[in-house]
């Protein structure tokens, strides 16, 4: 069926690594490995964060937000790339693409706003500790979080309807793995100076300005705890911002340099990879980041295993004695 601006709204073809048919296989082994790791670390977290009442605070409400974004994000994209990468059939129908590309960028752009959330909460933990539970009470946690939600759902429906406005003549080649901004505007058989400029703002918004408030935030609590002198809560401090610190490179790193750069400047071969790391390496990463690097993760883990492995007992235990 044909549309007013002369878009074809019929299956798009992911050309995803087609031109590369020896590394398919080894991909989407790789894929596939990482997706359950994402699968299961982040359902991890949210489940433990959850049922053990000691990480009933804010770091982990927020911790479990970004968990369920992560989860979310590989979902929307990993299930149909193993479908094209293990079948003949590259194609995804016009509806699944736009789901794709709304999610890759409501989601997106939310986990930009939760890492900015989760670096002020641990400014609060750190340079006010004598304040944290009054500056960080559930309702602003709540409102922190329902912000970044919205934040990320509006600058979704901004690109989307700019993007799928853009007239197409007919192109069905989507030159990447998923529908993603970039490559569905390279289809665009026009240039758009508009949608370049609302990316860049956009861009500003969402990756920029959080940026820069995170690097403040560490900024001023590196100042804090230089000024610490119990070496344990030293390092305790060390693991949790650094555990985020570590989550927040590795993303905003590849974003920025797909997004804030000119399309032209980057390579697609180069793109494809990069969009590859912070869409399938990174949410794997980051539950193995704050659970390695946390004790607190660890021990709840180890409090719910034996909780329920005493509970099992004593049920099988009662059922011997009523037999």
């Known amino acids: 069926m044909g ?33 359950i790791i994402t699968l299961v670390g982040n359902t991890t977290i949210i489940l433990v964060s959850y049922l053990d009442s000691q990480l009933h605070t804010p770091m982990y409400f927020f911790l479990s937000n970004l968990s369920f974004v992560d989860l979310c994000y590989t979902t929307s994209i990993i299930p149909q790339m193993l479908v094209n990468l293990w079948g003949p059939k590259k194609s995804i129908t016009y509806g699944g693409c736009v789901l794709q590309f709304f999610f890759a960028l409501d989601l997106g752009a939310t986990e930009c706003l939760l890492l900015a959330v989760m670096a002020y909460d641990r400014y609060a933990a750190v340079c006010q500790p004598l304040h944290y539970t009054v500056i960080m009470h559930p309702e602003l946690c709540q409102k922190m979080v329902l912000i970044a939600w919205l934040g990320g759902l509006g600058s979704a429906l901004i690109l989307c309807s700019l ?86 490179s590795l993303f905003y790193g590849t974003i920025i340099y797909m997004y804030m750069k000119p399309h032209t400047s980057t390579s697609q071969d180069e793109g494809k990879f990069l969009t590859l790391f912070y869409t399938i390496v990174t949410p794997s990463l980051n539950p193995l980041i704050y659970t390695l690097r946390n004790k607190d993760v660890k021990s709840a883990v180890k409090r719910i295993l034996w909780i329920n492995k005493n509970g099992q007992q004593s049920h099988e235990l009662n059922v011997k004695i009523r037999v």
């Open 3 to 35: 549309t007013s601006n002369g878009s074809s709204r019929t299956d798009f073809i992911l050309l995803g690594f087609s031109d590369r048919p020896q590394l398919e296989h080894i991909i989407s082994a790789v894929v596939f490995i990482f997706y």
């Open 163 to 248: 993007t799928l406005k853009l007239p197409r003549c007919g192109h069905r080649e989507v030159d990447n793995f998923f529908c993603e901004m970039p490559a569905l505007i390279k289809m665009a058989c026009v240039y758009s100076k508009v949608i370049e400029v609302v990316v860049f703002a956009l861009g500003v918004v969402f990756l920029l300005v959080p940026l820069s408030l995170i690097l403040i935030s560490y900024g001023v609590i590196t100042q804090a705890v230089m000024r610490i002198k119990s070496a344990a809560r030293w390092r305790k401090i060390l693991n949790t911002c650094g555990s985020h610190l570590t989550v927040v």
